[in-house]
C-alpha cells in the first residue's frame, strides 16, 4: 500500500534468481512453503506465489537467490521468461520510493560472518567450467559392522588456484546418468581439511562423505553424489565446482573461543577450524569446547582424532546415542545440558562464536538445551542468540 494515499503502489520488488550464480542445489525449493520456487532450465520464482518471507536466503552457497528487481506489478517477470533466461535483467530506473513496502526485502536474512574472517573466494570454478581434482586417498573411517559407511577423501588439486576456507563447501559433479538433461547435477559437502591443505599439505583438501545403505525401514538407499564418490579408487579423476559459502566461517582471533555443537558427518566444517586454529596456536590461543554426537564412538568421524588431541586446546564432548552394552545413551542436547557450566563460560565470554552443524533436526532440541543452561545463568538465549547472529558469532548450518 502507497503510505500516503492508502493505493496500491504500481511497483513490485520482485524475488529471483541469478542463473549465472546458481548451482542448483535446491536448497532454496526444498524450504520455500509456498511452493513459489521451482526448476527446469533455471530456478525460478513465481511472483504469483511468493510471499518475500525470505527463508529462503539462508540455504543458498552462492548468493544466487538473493536479487530483486524493481518492475511494474503488470509486468513482472513470468516463470517461462525466468526460465529462457541465461543472466538477470538489468535493473530498470523505476523509483524504490514507489515500491510497496510489502515487498521490500525485510526479515531475517543469513547471519553474516565473523567480523575478522578471512574475505572468502566464492563460484572461482562455475560448475560448466569445473576444476578438475585428483584422488589420492579414499579411506573408510567405520567398521563394515558400525551401521554406516563414512569415507575420508583427499583431493589433489594439481597446482590450481582453489582457495578454500574452513566452513565452505566444493560441489562435486558425479558423471552424468543416462536421459539426464544438459544442467549437470552438482552435490555440496563441506571441506574437512584447513586452508594450508590437510596435514599442512598445501594444494589438497579433503571431504567426508556418508553413504546411506538403508533407511528406517530397511530399504536400501542409493545415493548417487556419495555412492560415487565412496567406490572412486585412488588416482581417479573427478570435477569439482566453487567455492561457495560466505558466512560460516572461523574468526582469525586467536583468543576467540570456539563453541561448537554437531552430529554425525557435521563435524567435517568443524573439524577443518580445530585443524586451522592448531596449525596456528602459538600458545595463546583460547579453548575449543566440542560436543560431537553419533550413534557410537566406531561410528563416529574423527572421533579417536579429536580425542586425542590436547586439551589445552580442545575439550572434546562426544555424545553416544546407541552405545554398546553397559554403555550410558546419550544425545549431543544432553551433553550440552551436564556441561551447562562450561558452556555459559563460553556463552558470556565476549569474543566467543557458536557453531551447529548436522541434522536439521537437532537444532530445535539443541536451543532448548542452550535455553535451560542460559536459564541457570540468568541470561535469556533468545536475546543472546540474537545478538550474537547480527554480530557474525553465531552460525547455523543443517541439512
Known sequence: MNARSGEVSPYMRQHLVDPQRCIRCNACERVCDS?????????????ARCTACLACLAGCPTG????????ERQHCYGVAQQHRWSSLPAALPYPAALVDPGWS??????????????????GRYPPAQPLQARLL?????TPPDSGVDIHHLLLDLGGADFPVLEGQTVGVLPPRGEGEGPQPSIRLYSVASPRGGEA???GTLSLLVKRIQADREGQPIVGRASSYLCNLPPGAVLSLAGPYGASFLMPQEPQAPLLMIATGTGIAPLRAMVQQRLSSDSGGSAGILLFHGG???????????????SPALLTYRPAYSRPLAGGRRLRVQHAVLQNCQAVMAMLLHPRCHLYLCGLAAMK?????????????????????AERMRGEGRLQVETY
Open 35 to 47: 511452493g513459489a520456487i521451482s526448476h527446469a532450465q533455471n530456478v525460478v520464482v513465481d511472483p
Open 64 to 71: 544466487a537467490i538473493d536479487n530483486w528487481r524493481i518492475v
Open 105 to 122: 526485502v525485510t526479515g531475517a536474512r543469513q547471519a553474516p560472518p565473523p567480523a575478522s574472517a578471512a574475505v572468502p573466494v566464492l
Open 137 to 141: 586417498q579414499n579411506l573408510r573411517l
Open 200 to 202: 599442512g599439505r598445501a
Open 295 to 309: 550413534t557410537r564412538a566406531s561410528a563416529m568421524p574423527f572421533h579417536d582424532e579429536m580425542m586425542a588431541l
Open 364 to 384: 530445535q532440541e539443541v536451543w532448548a538445551a542452550l535455553e535451560r543452561c542460559c536459564a541457570t545463568a540468568g541470561a535469556d538465549w533468545p536475546a543472546l
